[in-house]
């Protein structure tokens, strides 16, 4: 009962900022009128985006208004630098999740490794140390020189950064097993490979699930800046292209929806991770 009123509570506080962020921002925007355009072509010359000392910033209603178009139409295709946000999400979706699922396929048994290993752990963390802080954004021109094709060099982007949290945090719970555990299972004779599955993995993986789920969020935040880079297609692409048209509205709709897809894929994992969690 408590934790359903905690909850509760929770959730009024959450709408009340929320309808007070809206309030303050539409009065804002009111206050310093709605956005009227130029040419696009004159506005460039230019360098503005708004006439007669009005705002340029849209209010919510307008961004509400914008962000309906784009539900009731998420899938259309009027060319390349015209795609629903649909389409583009499905895009950014699907190379993040390539790109994140190779990252797991590699760190959990590289992690069980060097959790269960003390030789192994010593030799892999000056690598791992060194290449850890390289900002993932680094390695975009090296992917692109080496491969030639910007949807697999934004994957091997998403590959890279999605790596170390799951690396770090899946050596982290190997190492951080009960050792009573362990030593029945050695005084039961539990194969090194069975030992690894019936007792490490179950102990590890609400840490392992951490790993992953501070992976999915790295992921998803920079495949909206690798696409900024490349174009072509994706809801980062989508973002720069709309800047470049001067549409701050579409902007603000493309953060919000990326933020709610974001916030999506942290609930699934966060949610997985309650499934494998358990009390000792």
Partial sequence: MKTASLTGRAA???LALLFSFLVAWHLVTRDT????RMDPEYAKLMGAT??????AMPGPIDVGTKLWEHLRRPFYDNGPNDKGVGIQLAF???????GYLLAILVAVPLGFLIGMSPLMSKALDPFIQVLKPISPLAWMPLALYTIKDSSLS???????????P??????????????EWLNVAKTLEVGTFRRAFTIILPAAAPTILTGMR?????????????????????????????????SITNVITAILVIGIVGMLLDL?????????????
């Avoid at 009128?33 to 009227?36: P, S």
């Avoid at 708004?50 to 705002?55: E, N, P």
């Avoid at 950014?92 to 390539?98: E, G, P, Q, Y």
């Avoid at 699934?268 to 000792?280: C, D, K, S, Y």
């Fill in 12 to 14: 009024v506080v959450s």
């Fill in 33 to 36: 009128g709605t956005a009227q």
């Fill in 50 to 55: 708004a006439t007669q000392g009005k705002s």
């Fill in 92 to 98: 950014s979706i699907a190379r993040v999740l390539t």
């Fill in 154 to 164: 934004a994957i091997f982007v998403i590959f890279i950064c999605s790596l170390w």
């Fill in 166 to 179: 799951t690396l770090i945090n899946t050596a982290f719970g190997v190492a951080s097993v009960r050792r």
């Fill in 214 to 246: 501070i992976s999915i969020g790295i992921a998803w935040l920079v495949i909206v800046a690798a696409e900024m880079l490349v174009g072509g297609t994706g809801i980062g692409y989508f973002v720069w292209n709309e800047w470049n048209n001067l």
């Fill in 268 to 280: 699934m994992l966060a949610r997985l991770a309650r499934l494998v969690t358990f009390p000792e």
